[in-house]
């Protein structure tokens, strides 16, 4: 509950308005009974209107103040709330957006949707109940218990025998809900990632004929989401029968006793009634206090998993220096295991690529080319060794001023709801539209883009539907290039374009070759033949470093890979157009 009161103490203000409307609201509820018991007895029993007349305006004012400190309980309350809210919501997406995929990772996807809708939306209807009724609670408990006492002292002993039976059941609740609440959070995240997953393969899924199975998946989930549910459900009615029955058991008590009194003439009839409405009041506070009690393991779980992601460091901490154009780059025995994975996918890997150099990178499935640009824009850091940019320790420098000064095309080219215009200009919203169709015909996308109904203003559907893999891959390649940086790194990014499409842009990019440094991952070869420098990995080693010819010479499994898709003629017939 740190995290609630860390966020609420803010509103300082507002809180001290709730608590005084709340007085407002008790002085109406638990002073009408005590004027009402003495219209009663001074004036109906003693026939005395004048009493009548004098009290009735007393009444009336107190009950114009009982309706300003309602609806200001109401304003305060809903005001905190959701304010509260909107700020824990804030603040987790402002923390997420700086984690490393290290942490987005830990968390999932599905999970941080879900922490940010639906942990913070219980944790808003709990403040609301807090501020609009718990903080009343305590209030008119003590106020009327006070009034019982002061009224009756042996009717008020059944009062007070009352309330603990009570407080005990809800305490017991409280204990058993808890695991119940946490099952269901948990079960919200795994329905959601099923969720997102059977919603974004949908496709896959179809072709596969895998609806049934899904289907099932799905329904496990939801049962057992169900059934935590019901069972916390449950429990929660019985508290309402309970509650009842001891209230009734404790006026069907109190009826009895006073009448034994009113024989005796030790109490009056009017001081009954407004008994009755006391013990009214201070059973539903009581009542109310115990719903907060019910409520408290289901926010408390929802707090938990919210601070887990507030109290969660960025393994990726941002240097201080900021960082001209890149035209350097150099590894130093850089080695790299995954934070959830044990084994090294990067083992010993060096080399150095200046400004004018194209650096092609290659070799097996699996064998870490991603991983390696991964490091290079540092959204992970090396285990082993250094990354050194124009110099300086990427460690030390500032990761947005870093970002800047790169162009990153990633292997699975992400579109983003809007326009095509939007999408190029991603982050440079302020960019011309000369220079967004500049970038476009470089990355061989603007004949496309012009072919269209609406050409760049044309929206693009979510995750791109409406668009091939070649041409989302000439998207993310154009607004890789509008950046203008010094470093451009595509890794895999040509792999779905045509033979001739990947030369024209190849052709396309000559121009900014001695300005820039050109990091490339490919599968295919005629992509990286024009490379000055190419790096083999093998299982995460480097084991060959060159160019064409002397790893063609030198290296067999680069040999082995340029020969899976040329033939030795193709290979020679390049050598001489070249003249390599
Ligand atoms: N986020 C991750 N967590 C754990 N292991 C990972 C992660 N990403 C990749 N790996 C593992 O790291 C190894 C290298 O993966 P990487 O994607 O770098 O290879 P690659 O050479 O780019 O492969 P491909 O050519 O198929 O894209 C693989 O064994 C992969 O399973």
């Not at 408390?300 to 780059?329: F, H, P, W, Y």
């Not at 993310?476 to 792999?495: E, V």
Request: neutral net charge.
């Amino acid at each position: 509950m740190k995290l609630i009161w860390q966020f609420t103490r803010k509103y300082k203000k507002l809180l001290l308005l709730d608590f005084v409307s709340v007085f407002g609201f008790a002085l109406a509820e638990l002073g009408i009974p005590t004027l009402i018991a003495q219209m009663i007895d001074q004036g109906i029993n003693r026939d005395d209107p004048s009493v009548l007349y004098r009290f009735f305006g007393i009444v009336v004012l107190i009950s114009v103040l009982g309706v300003c400190g309602t609806s200001l309980l109401a304003y305060c309350s809903t005001r905190i709330s959701t304010n509260v809210t909107y700020d824990i919501r804030e603040a987790v997406f402002n923390h997420t957006m700086r984690f490393s995929h290290a942490e987005m990772e830990k968390f999932g996807v599905a999970s941080m949707i879900t922490r940010t809708n639906n942990d913070a939306y219980q944790i808003m209807v709990f403040l609301q109940t807090i501020l609009r009724s718990a903080m009343l609670a305590p209030v008119m408990i003590v106020v009327s218990l006070l009034l019982v006492t002061m009224t009756s002292l042996p009717l008020a002993t059944i009062v007070f025998a009352t309330i603990p039976v009570i407080v005990v059941g809800v305490v017991l609740f409280a204990k058993f809900s808890a695991p119940l609440s946490e099952n269901q959070q948990k079960s919200l995240d795994a329905m959601n990632r099923i969720l997102r997953e059977n919603l974004s393969g949908i496709r896959v899924i179809r072709s596969f004929n895998n609806e049934p199975f899904e289907q099932k998946r799905f329904a496990k989930e939801n049962e057992w989401y169900t059934s935590q549910t019901t069972r916390l459900f449950k429990m929660m009615s019985c508290t309402d029968p309970l509650f009842f029955f001891m209230m009734n058991l404790a006026t069907i008590a109190i009826y009895y006793l006073s009448s034994l009194m009113l024989g005796r003439g030790a109490i009056e009839i009017g001081q009954v009634v407004a008994f009755i409405e006391y013990l009214f009041h201070a059973m539903m506070s009581v009542l109310v206090f115990c719903m907060v009690f019910m409520m408290y393991p289901r926010a408390n779980v929802s707090a938990k998993r919210i601070e887990a992601v507030l109290e969660t460091k960025s393994t990726i901490v941002s240097g201080a220096q900021r960082i001209g154009r890149i035209e350097d780059i150099r590894l130093e025995h850089v080695s790299f295991s995954y934070p959830n994975g044990e084994e090294n996918v990067l083992t010993d890997i060096s080399f150095e690529v200046k400004k004018g150099e194209k650096l092609a990178v290659i070799g097996s499935t699996g064998s870490g080319k991603s991983t390696l640009v991964k490091l290079l824009a540092r959204f992970y850091d090396p285990t082993k060794g250094r990354i050194l940019v124009n110099g300086k320790n990427i460690r030390d420098l500032d990761l947005s001023s870093l970002r800047s000064e790169m162009g990153f095309v990633s292997q699975k080219p992400h579109m983003f709801k809007g326009s095509i215009h939007d999408n190029i200009a991603f982050g440079l919203e302020q960019a011309s539209f000369e220079s967004v169709h500049e970038a476009a015909t470089i990355a061989q996308a603007a004949d496309f883009i012009l072919e269209r109904d609406e050409q760049y203003e044309e929206e693009i559907a979510e995750e791109g539907t409406n668009l091939s893999g070649g041409q989302k891959q000439r998207i993310s390649i154009a607004r890789a290039l509008l950046k203008k940086s010094g470093l451009y790194i595509y890794d895999d990014s040509f792999s779905a374009l045509d033979f001739k499409t990947d030369a024209k842009l190849r052709a396309a990019l000559e121009p900014m070759r001695p300005d820039s440094i050109f990091i490339v991952v490919a599968q295919r070869v005629s992509t990286i033949l024009d490379a000055d420098k190419i790096l083999v990995l093998d299982e995460g080693r480097i084991v060959g470093y060159g160019s064409h010819p002397d790893l063609y010479d030198s290296c067999a499994v680069y040999r082995e890979i340029v020969l899976s898709q040329l033939s030795e003629k193709e290979v020679r017939a390049y050598a001489e157009k070249t003249d390599l």
